[in-house]
C-alpha cells in the first residue's frame, strides 16, 4: 500500500487518503456565479464521503465569457476531490482530517503527488480542518 504524505506551505504534513476526479460537469450542475459553483462542489463532496466533514474549495481560477451581455464562468474541466489527514496533534485531538476540493485541467503525465501537493500547498488548514 502505498502512502502519499507532504507538507503544506505551513509546514504541516498531511496525508492523502483519498482521491476522486471527474468531468466539472458530473455531478456539479452548471451555474453561473462562483459562489454557487462552490456551493455545489461541497454538495457533491457530501455525497462521496458520508457524514458531515469539513471542505475547503480552493477558489477556482476561471474565464468568464460574455454571450449576449451575460457574463458566464468557464470552469477548468476536472474537478479533484481530495481527503487529507494530519496525524500531528490539533487543538486536543490526536489528528485532523479536510476534504480539499480544486479545479484544473487533466494532467496525464504528472504524477498523483505532483497533482496533489501542489494544489494544496497553501490550503489554511488549522482555520479549515476538523478534528
Given amino acids: 500500500m502505498w502512502v502519499y504524505r507532504f507538507p503544506l506551505s505551513t509546514g504541516r504534513i498531511v496525508q492523502l487518503d483519498s482521491l476522486h476526479m471527474s468531468s466539472t460537469t458530473d455531478?456539479?450542475?452548471?451555474?453561473?456565479?462562483?459562489?454557487?459553483?462552490?456551493?455545489?462542489?461541497?454538495r457533491y463532496a457530501e455525497t462521496l464521503w458520508i457524514g458531515p466533514r469539513s471542505v475547503y474549495v480552493v477558489p477556482p481560477?476561471?474565464?468568464?465569457?460574455?454571450?449576449?451581455?451575460?457574463?458566464?464562468?468557464?470552469?477548468?474541466?476536472?474537478?479533484?476531490?481530495?481527503?487529507?489527514?494530519?496525524?500531528?496533534?490539533?487543538?486536543?485531538?490526536?489528528?485532523?482530517?479536510?476534504?480539499v476540493i480544486w479545479f484544473g485541467d487533466p494532467e496525464p503525465v504528472r504524477g498523483i503527488l505532483d497533482i496533489v501537493s501542489a494544489a494544496v500547498k497553501d490550503v489554511p488548514w488549522d482555520e479549515q480542518c476538523s478534528p
Fill in 27 to 42: 455531478g456539479i450542475p452548471y451555474v453561473r456565479h462562483e459562489k454557487e459553483f462552490i456551493q455545489s462542489a461541497r
Fill in 61 to 99: 481560477t476561471h474565464q468568464l465569457t460574455a454571450d449576449k451581455g451575460d457574463l458566464h464562468m468557464r470552469i477548468a474541466p476536472v474537478v479533484y476531490l481530495a481527503r487529507l489527514v494530519c496525524y500531528e496533534s490539533f487543538k486536543d485531538d490526536v489528528m485532523s482530517e479536510l476534504i
